[in-house]
């Protein structure tokens, strides 16, 4: 075998290789039917599902009031458009919660989306759901008034800094 017919079996090897290598690696990121279904099932017993609720509708809404300014004789007719849209697109919802749960599935394995399904169905889980919405609206609250303390912290030591180089702010 010549040389040049040599290097272009190489070349033919190493790009079935590589074709193989991202084919199989494509392969192993999209998640299994039963695991977008664990990942279905642990957003909804987390609640999740009721965060995506108003997207569809608010969507529709947002459309409509960029034609409202520029038409606003059309409001009423606006408004039943929006109305009709929103039936329309209900179905939307599904494929968004399908969208959402691949990402889980491709985060955690099935076995640990089981698991974690398994766990939210406990009562232990049960109270996590339902009072982890409670805890992470608190946690920012308090985050919030601690930022604004450690905010007037800040701002007088800049101004004690800064009267050193001989600036009053």
Same mark, same amino acid.
Do not use: C
């Given at each position: 075998?010549?040389?040049?017919?040599?290097?272009? $079996?190489? &070349?033919?090897? $190493?790009?079935?290789? &590589?074709?193989?290598?991202? !084919?199989? &690696?494509?392969?192993? $990121?999209?998640?299994?039917?039963?695991?977008?279904? /664990?990942? +279905?099932?642990?957003?909804?017993?987390?609640?999740?599902? &009721?965060? %995506?609720?108003?997207?569809?509708?608010?969507?529709?809404?947002? !459309?409509? #009031?960029?034609?409202?300014?520029? #038409?606003? #004789?059309?409001?009423?007719?606006?408004?039943?458009?929006?109305?009709?849209?929103?039936?329309?697109? *209900?179905?939307?919802?599904?494929?968004?919660? #399908?969208?959402? /749960? +691949?990402?889980?599935?491709?985060? %955690?394995?099935? *076995?640990?989306?089981?698991?974690?399904?398994? %766990?939210?169905?406990?009562?232990?889980?049960?109270?996590?759901?339902?009072?982890?919405?409670?805890?992470?609206?608190?946690?920012?609250?308090?985050?919030?008034?601690? $930022?604004? *303390? %450690?905010?007037?912290?800040?701002?007088? +030591?800049? +101004?004690?800094?800064?009267?050193?180089?001989?600036?009053?702010?």
């Amino acid at each position: 075998m010549p040389v040049p017919s040599l290097l272009r $079996a190489a &070349a033919v090897g $190493a790009l079935m290789l &590589a074709t193989a290598g991202l !084919v199989q &690696a494509q392969a192993q $990121a999209q998640p299994s039917a039963s695991a977008v279904a /664990a990942a +279905r099932e642990l957003i909804t017993i987390k609640g999740g599902d &009721a965060v %995506f609720d108003p997207i569809i509708g608010g969507v529709i809404e947002t !459309v409509k #009031n960029l034609f409202v300014p520029t #038409n606003p #004789n059309l409001s009423k007719e606006l408004d039943e458009v929006a109305e009709h849209l929103k039936k329309q697109y *209900a179905a939307k919802q599904d494929e968004l919660m #399908n969208e959402v /749960a +691949r990402i889980y599935a491709e985060k %955690f394995s099935e *076995a640990e989306l089981k698991d974690l399904v398994k %766990f939210y169905k406990s009562p232990l889980g049960h109270k996590m759901a339902t009072t982890e919405p409670e805890v992470i609206d608190a946690s920012m609250k308090r985050a919030q008034l601690w $930022a604004d *303390a %450690f905010s007037g912290d800040v701002m007088s +030591r800049f +101004r004690e800094e800064m009267k050193k180089k001989g600036h009053d702010l």
